[in-house]
């Protein structure tokens, strides 16, 4: 069943944004350096409109890096100050959504293990009640378009306006040579569902490797995507997470350069 939801467009909350919406920045953030060193990179392309970085990170095993934690909020605080980029993190429960509201940042995203948890969605729907917040909502982990909704129609019914959703492909349910199957079959059906709803996606977590990167972001464009949420790290091989799908800023900027662009369209 098609959702009438209140989404503002694009447009009316960026207004300055004539590209299409272009996220870049580390998986995680580890040291304030390379916080800010990744960043400064980036900021000098324009097309860079936001900065992401993970605090909180939500590793599918235990025993690697599982995030700096809230200091890394005060990085991208500095971030912001000092580049203009607009910054944003990924918020997995009530405590850290209250901590990235207090921190005023511009952009939570919730992760694919938490969109398939409408306990979780619900918590963080709760707490951003009654704010102006811009929340991302990644794909869930599984390919079910109506648990991907469901989570637009919790946040929604708390009030929240700017919603953006993100395709991250899928845990892969056959071969493939991707880290995560890209359903684009299910954007489509989201688009149908949600016309309003702006998405982009994230051709990071769906390639894994950098070699297919531009493949997936060409495709996304190609299928009418809203901009792109992209993993950059300024050295990617001491990344401490996902070193194997990152991009130097520099090879980002490269990457944008062969891309044959949309701008936003909803
Ligand atoms: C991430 O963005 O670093 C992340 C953990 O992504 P996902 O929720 O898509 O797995
Ligand atoms: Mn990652």
């Given at each position: 069943m098609a959702t009438e939801l209140d989404i503002r467009p694009i447009k009316e909350w960026l207004?300055?944004?004539?590209?299409?919406l272009l996220i870049a920045g580390p998986c995680s953030l580890e040291t304030e350096e390379q916080a800010m060193d990744t960043a400064r990179q980036l900021a000098?392309?324009?097309?860079?409109?936001g900065y992401r970085g993970g605090v909180w990170k939500p590793r599918t095993?235990?025993?690697?890096f599982e995030g700096i934690g809230s200091i890394g909020l005060e990085w991208l605080k500095m971030v912001k100050q000092e580049t203009g980029l607009r910054v944003g993190t990924e918020v997995a429960n009530a405590q850290h959504t209250e901590e990235a509201l207090k921190a005023g940042l511009d952009i939570l995203w919730i992760g694919a293990r938490s969109t398939a948890s409408p306990f979780v969605v619900q918590e963080i729907a709760d707490v951003l009640k009654g704010t102006d917040a811009t929340v991302m909502v990644k794909n869930p982990?599984?390919?079910d378009v109506q648990l991907w909704m469901g989570a637009f129609e919790r946040l929604s019914r708390s009030g929240i306006k700017n919603m953006v959703g993100i395709h991250r492909?899928?845990?892969?349910f056959r071969e493939t040579?991707?880290?995560?199957?890209?359903?684009?079959k299910t954007f489509i059906e989201l688009r149908r569902l949600m016309p309003n709803l702006p998405v982009i996606c994230d051709p990071s977590h769906i390639a894994g490797k950098r070699e297919y990167l531009f493949e997936v972001a060409q495709k996304a464009f190609d299928m009418g995507m809203d901009g792109l949420m992209v993993e950059s790290h300024r050295d990617p091989s001491c990344a401490l997470s996902d070193a194997g799908q990152q991009l130097t800023p520099a090879d980002l900027f490269k990457m944008l350069d062969k891309l044959v662009i949309r701008n936003v369209s909803v």
């Open positions: 207004p300055e944004l004539n590209n299409p000098k392309d324009p097309r860079v409109f095993r235990p025993g690697s982990v599984n390919p492909g899928f845990t892969p040579k991707y880290r995560n199957y890209p359903n684009w």
